[in-house]
């Protein structure tokens, strides 16, 4: 876990062996999700994959937001080669959501201030989730837009159930941390101050287990929640973003 990177941070505990932390850090964008942190957590989820010491993995955000979702504003990157290089690009929030949904380690979403849109997807791709009591959520793609991708329906539909998803997809409306928590989709809430300490606590409970038991157990609610709303019902997101760019651009040469 020794990788450099910059724009997350990784922190392997020391009073609590077997903890990992990965935080988002770009707190001036509110945590935003552009390119280089897409490849960034994939890299972090990696050397996860293959860290047998690491066992349960917190992920939280730096400043005063988890994330404000994919970056609408990303930092300019070199143009795509080809048509298949687009689509490759595009899935950049597939995979990242995929990368953290397959570790191994027990995962924990320690969320503050806000999470929006593709930060939702994140959340939804981690074991337990923890808010803070002023945290808040949206899902507002269709405002903008845009297709929700990133493999987000299954997900939400599994953790929020299909009427929920639909309002809260359909409606893109903010709903607080009390309202995730009753609704499931948030396991605890908390005060402001106490997130991070309760996410510590909760960690240190998880790496009380057995080691082995734990990991079995991880890996066996990974399958069933796969069987319960396969991620595969979206295949088709990287053709979904092309579209919706291509739209974009004839509405903006239609305008000028």
């Known amino acids: 876990m020794a990788a450099a990177y910059t724009t997350i941070d990784v922190v392997a505990d020391r009073r609590l062996r077997g ?18 942190m897409h490849g960034e957590l994939q890299r972090a989820c990696a050397a996860l994959n293959d860290d047998a010491n690491a066992r349960v993995v917190i992920i939280a955000g730096a400043g005063r937001a988890f994330s404000s979702g994919n970056d609408l504003k990303p930092r300019r990157r070199p143009r795509a080669s080809s048509d298949l290089e687009r689509r490759r690009r595009v899935e950049d929030g597939n995979r990242t959501s ?19 849109g593709g930060a939702v997807v994140l959340a939804a791709c981690v074991d337990i989730r923890l808010a803070a009591a002023s945290a808040w959520f949206s899902i507002p793609e269709i405002d903008l837009e ?8 299954p997900r939400l539909m599994r953790e929020l159930g299909p009427a929920r998803t639909k309002e ?14 009753a609704w ?9 101050g106490r997130l991070i300490e309760e996410a510590r606590a909760l960690a240190a409970t998880l790496l009380a287990k ?5 990991a079995t157990t991880k890996a066996a609610t990974r399958a069933l929640a796969q069987l319960m709303v396969p991620e595969q019902a979206t295949y088709s997101d990287p053709e979904l973003l092309l579209l919706a760019d291509a739209m974009a651009r004839r509405r903006r040469q239609g305008e000028g």
């Open 210 to 214: 057995d080691p082995l038991t734990l």
């Open 19 to 36: 903890l990992v932390t990965i935080t988002l850090n770009r707190p001036r964008k509110l945590n935003a999700i552009d390119y280089v």
């Open 168 to 181: 809260l997809v359909m409606t893109g409306r903010r709903f607080t941390a009390a309202e995730a928590h």
């Open 98 to 116: 995929a990368a953290i949904e397959a570790l191994p380690q027990v995962t924990i979403a320690a969320i503050n201030g806000l999470s929006v």
């Open 184 to 192: 499931g989709f948030v396991n605890h809430v908390y005060p402001d």
């Open 146 to 153: 845009l297709p929700l991708t990133w493999n987000a329906l």
